[in-house]
């Protein structure tokens, strides 16, 4: 199954943002997923994994929530 890791800088205050995307990633997928991580960064990161993949990374894309999720629906359920 799928694991998905939020990677945030913590001395840029990305916490709330971090939470945000792994709150609507659960709430979308629930049992589907077996993780949902927060891995604290510094110097600006905010990165989104899924099973090691990055999906979202804030120095290419605009923060969106849902496009986040969106960009993690491919892995979920994809067997490994």
Known sequence: MTRV??????????????????????????????????????NGVFVVRADGETVFDKTEDEFDVDAIVRSVRPYVGASA
Request: aromatic fraction near 6%.
């Open 5 to 42: 890791e939020v990677e945030y800088c913590v001395p840029c205050g990305m916490l709330n943002r971090a939470q945000d995307v792994a709150g609507a990633v659960l709430q979308q997928f629930g049992e589907e997923i077996d993780e949902v991580s927060l891995v604290t960064g510094d």
